[in-house]
């Protein structure tokens, strides 16, 4: 996220509120429950609050206003002015209540939408183990170029994808991996990955656990930032570090907070299916959305 970039806007002539390019309408009602949670500081009958834009990097820009007497006709004109008097935590106690005001709004309105967000997680989260074993076996198709005589590689690179190409092969004897604890089972990174982040190869490829990710929680991860994307409300906002450092576990039991608000009956659950192969005849409908990630895929999410 940009330092520059817009966090929230209000403005009280149009009377909007936006956040992340959504943009809600206020009625005056909650224009004038805004204007009482701002204060005086901020808002007042004659120094009236116009426009309020916060940035990522703790600045603001804020136009007001204000009613002044003009002795020349003897009545009142209205004088618009940049507004710089309010501290950084002015700013942001005012940012924080536009912000909780927002999420309110948001939930609001996807409530609306619950039978919308329910299809949505449907197709989110039914994911894993049907393409889980497609997923290694599609990334040693990708790499079958990697083998062939004229690949455009030094044996060095192909050294790196013979022993990619044969830890995905060693894989299947992997008890987890027979019990489909898709959870317990990492998957290489690839060689591309691998150069791009020790391009000296100072650390023997696959001798290092950062050579190695849990695929199955890089993909609950990658759905899951869906579902936030979609909702888009304030109190789901994080960093791209904090998404990083979160378990999925975590991401997941915020995301349900949320759901909870929405619909009683709306929750993200990881559901584990086994393959068709493996199905009894009575195990029931497959619902939700299949992926075969290609290798570039892969790399991206890697």
Known sequence: MDETTPRIQLNTLDGSLWYNHRIEKLSQEELTEIKSLAGEFWWTDNDELIMLTTYFDGTYQCERRKKVWSYRNGTYAN???????????????FESKLLAKFDALRIERLK????????????EYNILINSFKT????????????????????????????????????????????????FQVDFPIT??????????????????PEHFQNQGALRVKFNLARVYKYLGVPGLAITDEEWNSKSYEELTADLNKYLSKINQDLEFKIQLKVIEDDRPADYGEETGQRTQPTIDEINDIT
Do not use: H
């Open 191 to 208: 060689p591309k990955v691998y150069l791009q982040n020790d391009p000296n190869r100072e650390v023997e490829y696959l001798s290092a």
């Open 79 to 93: 004088t618009v002015y940049k507004f710089v008097a309010a501290t950084q935590t002015q700013m942001k106690d």
């Open 112 to 123: 609306q939408e619950a039978d919308k967000i329910s299809g949505i997680l449907s197709d």
């Open 135 to 182: 997923m290694r076996n599609r990334m040693l198709i990708d790499t079958d170029w990697s083998q062939l005589a004229d690949a455009p590689l030094s044996d060095d690179d192909k050294a790196l994808y013979r022993a990619f190409r044969q830890y995905l092969r060693d894989m299947p004897e992997d008890p987890a991996w027979m019990s489909n604890d898709v």
